[in-house]
């Protein structure tokens, strides 16, 4: 069983910049793949980004290409978020998740992940 837990979430004026961290514990992390997933009050879980473990292949939603980067720490077992450029509208609580790599399609799905951290919020004023 993979413990995950999110950090570095805050209180950000829309534009500016917020990295979380996702610290891995428990097991180790081959064929896996590391998801960002969000949150808002009232609406679904939804996909943010994910790489996979063993070599860094990357994936986006289209509401944050460009702005958003996912990256990992294989030796410290960490998986980041970099956001940038933030908007109201990305406000949310975020989600660390760890998952079997199998392909891009169901690793986009929230279903497909077995662990889950805690959440850290990410607020972002106008």
């Known amino acids: 069983q993979v413990q995950l837990v999110e950090s570095g979430g805050g209180l950000v004026q829309a534009g500016g910049s917020l990295r979380l961290s996702c610290a891995a514990s428990?097991?180790?992390?081959?064929?896996?793949?590391m998801g960002w997933f969000r949150q808002a009050p009232g609406k679904e879980r939804e996909f943010v980004a994910a790489?996979?473990?063993?070599?860094?292949?990357?994936n986006y939603a289209d509401s944050v290409k460009g702005r958003f980067s996912i990256s990992r720490d294989n030796a410290k077992s960490m998986a980041y978020l970099q956001m940038n450029s933030l908007k109201p509208e990305d406000t949310a609580a975020y989600y660390c998740?760890?998952?079997?790599?199998?392909?891009?399609?169901?690793?986009?799905?929230?279903?497909?992940?077995?662990?889950w951290g805690q959440g850290t919020q990410v607020t972002v004023s106008s």
């Open positions: 998740a760890g998952g079997p790599w199998r392909n891009a399609e169901v690793a986009v799905r929230l279903t497909h992940y077995d662990s």
């Open positions: 428990g097991r180790t992390f081959s064929n896996r793949v």
């Open positions: 790489i996979t473990w063993n070599d860094g292949r990357t």
